[in-house]
T-cell receptor, first 110, second 116 residues
């Protein structure tokens, strides 16, 4: 079946550190891939997306590249800020359904 | 981008009562909306797919008589938690695919339900 696996958290970093959150997927078909961010007590916001292999999604300094050969969509940011503290969800879209990973909590300290 | 509005954001109800949660697409029409449930520090679990003008499609293990879904118009879907119990306390989130394509979903703000 279709599924998303992302690294367990929490991830704790100091401000300006480099961030990587790993995400791999299994899909029967050609999904679109997403990263969503959830701030405390809120719904989800789309952070970035990629709809086909080798596409790179980017937003607010975050990047992720759709790697078909490794079925991965790792999230990266060169220099995190305290305001980036949130839960990050990797997701795939296929057949009109969104399937989420378990989420990775990021805590950034000054 | 497209806006999905969910109401209420928080609700506390007594055990045995029913609670209705609304999900509206504000600037686009959504023939399909999705309802998720999120437990503390966990991922989103898809409960059901709400289809305008027809019956909702429920995921395995979700009680359709417990969680009533109505999608009466192209901009409104409602989730009613019937005869709520404390174990129904959770964060409920709705979403809809945007007007441009069905590859990008937009989410409501979520509803924190507490059953006492």
């Amino acid at each position: 079946g279709n599924s998303v696996t992302q690294m367990e958290g929490p991830v704790t970093l100091s401000e300006e550190a480099f961030l990587t959150i790993n995400c791999t997927y299994t899909a029967t078909g050609y999904p679109s891939l997403f990263w969503y961010v959830q701030y405390p007590g809120e719904g989800l916001q789309l952070l970035l997306k990629a709809t086909k292999a080798d596409d790179k999604g980017s937003n607010k300094g975050f990047e992720a590249t759709y790697r078909k050969e490794t079925t991965s969509f790792h999230l990266e940011k060169g220099s995190v800020q305290v305001s980036d503290s949130a839960v990050y969800f990797c997701a795939l879209s296929l057949n009109n359904k969104l399937i989420f990973g378990a989420g990775t909590r990021l805590a950034v300290h000054p | 981008g497209a806006v999905v509005s969910q109401h209420p954001s928080r609700v506390i109800c007594k055990s045995g009562t029913s609670v209705k949660i609304e999900c509206r697409s504000l600037d686009f029409q959504a023939t399909t909306m999705f309802w998720y449930r999120q437990f503390p520090k966990q991922s989103l679990m898809l409960m059901a797919t709400s289809n305008e003008g027809s019956k909702a499609t429920y995921e395995q293990g979700v009680e359709k008589d417990k969680f009533l879904i109505n999608h009466a118009s192209l901009t409104l879907s409602t989730l009613t938690v019937t005869s709520a119990h404390p174990e129904d306390s959770s964060f409920y989130i709705c979403s809809a695919f945007g007007p441009v394509s069905n590859t990008e979903a937009f989410f409501g703000q979520g509803t924190r339900l507490t059953v006492v």
